[in-house]
């Protein structure tokens, strides 16, 4: 069966950075999109960034551009996401999620459904 599995959070003080990962079992990696996704303290889930399958493309939300990245490295099934320049805005619960790359242009990577989803890691962010 197909499991996805984020590793990474924990507590980081403002300014400070985080790497992220994601692997997925049960499934043919390279054939992926990945996405981030994070839930914040009393808002809705949002899009965070996404990577082609390839890794050759990617995708960010406003409130990341120039501080994220995200990467996918085919040989080794795993993708990341890079946070760096921390604030307490980017406090929450962040989810890995694929998606097959014949079901979705990444353009819409933000509002289309993932097909499968991994079940989050806590960022807190203090100071």
């Known amino acids: 069966q197909v499991h996805i599995q984020e590793s990474g959070g924990g507590v980081v003080q403002a300014g400070g950075s985080l790497r992220l990962s994601c692997t997925a079992t049960g499934l043919h990696f390279e054939s992926y999109v990945v996405g981030w996704f994070r839930q914040r303290p009393g808002k809705e889930r949002e899009g965070v960034a996404c990577v082609s399958w390839s890794g050759g493309t990617t995708i960010y939300a406003d409130s990341v551009k120039g501080r994220f990245t995200v990467s996918k490295d085919n040989a080794n099934e795993t993708a990341w996401l890079e946070m760096s320049q921390l604030n307490r805005e980017d406090t929450g619960m962040y989810f890995c999620?694929?998606?097959?790359?014949?079901?979705?242009?990444?353009?819409?990577?933000?509002?289309?459904?993932?097909?499968?989803w991994g079940e989050g890691t806590l960022v807190s962010i203090s100071s």
């Open positions: 999620g694929l998606v097959h790359h014949d079901g979705l242009r990444i353009a819409r990577c933000f509002y289309d459904g993932m097909d499968y």
